[in-house]
T-cell receptor
Framework: NAGVTQTPKFQVLKTGQSMTLQCAQD?????MYWYRQDPGMGLRLIYY???????DKGEVPNGYNVSRLNKREFSLRLESAAPSQTSVYFC??????????FGQGTRLTVV | KNQVEQSPQSLIILEGKNCTLQ??????????LRWYKQDTGRGPVSLTI?????NTKSNGRYTATLDADTKQSSLHITASQLSDSASYIC?????????FGTGTRLKVLA
């Protein structure tokens, strides 16, 4: 009963490098989300996918891209990492408006 | 603007004591309100959900209240335990969107 699984858990990147954060859920949810969490701030929505085949920008989409690979998987890509993207990233899934279930988070540091 | 504000930002209490966390929101339309607990280094986990018609809901030692008229909610923790040390996040669901508060960081001391 894994719920929402994110990989990796920790990552250090150099400025300008690229990487993809992976997320998979096994609850058959239609909606999936990517958030970032910074000290003193609430979770901020980067991108979301209301259903398979659709993606939409959230509050802070600049510098990120996403792919809803199938119903289970939703990945977040940083094309050219910047120090401002140092954060903890959370993937979540839900039925629309229902309880959001979160992954364990990815702690990303960009140096 | 849709906003969720929580107070206090942080709180330190002794084990066994009670505490109350506050949440004020200006989200419209309102669908429901949830309190999440986030342990250090983990993702948030839902504690309770409150819909428009509900005033009080309990989950063990956690009791949430909702006043939809004043747009306020509280989370009361009874007989605190060391394991209650965490951040507590108020989340209001609007039209298919979650609006997150910044959280209250609770520290329970032995």
């Amino acid at each position: 009963n894994a719920g929402v699984t994110q990989t990796p858990k920790f990552q250090v990147l150099k400025t300008g490098q690229s990487m993809t954060l992976q997320c998979a859920q096994d609850m058959n949810h239609n909606s999936m989300y990517w958030y970032r969490q910074d000290p003193g701030m609430g979770l901020r929505l980067i991108y979301y996918s209301a259903s398979e085949g659709t993606t939409d920008k959230g509050e802070v989409p600049n510098g990120y891209n996403v792919s809803r690979l199938n119903k289970r998987e939703f990945s977040l890509r940083l094309e050219s990492a910047a120090p401002s993207q140092t954060s903890v990233y959370f993937c979540a899934s839900s039925e629309m408006g229902g309880e959001a279930f979160f992954g364990q988070g990815t702690r990303l540091t960009v140096v | 603007k849709n906003q969720v504000e929580q107070s206090p930002q942080s709180l330190i209490i002794l084990e066994g004591k009670n505490c109350t966390l506050q949440c004020n929101y200006t989200v419209s339309p309102f669908s429901n309100l949830r309190w999440y607990k986030q342990d250090t280094g983990r993702g948030p986990v839902s504690l309770t959900i409150m819909t428009f018609s509900e005033n009080t809901k309990s989950n063990g030692r956690y009791t949430a209240t909702l006043d939809a008229d004043t747009k306020q909610s509280s989370l009361h923790i009874t007989a605190s335990q060391l394991s209650d040390s965490a951040s507590y996040i108020c989340v209001v669901t609007g039209t298919y969107k979650y609006i997150f508060g910044t959280g209250t960081r609770l520290k329970v001391l032995a």
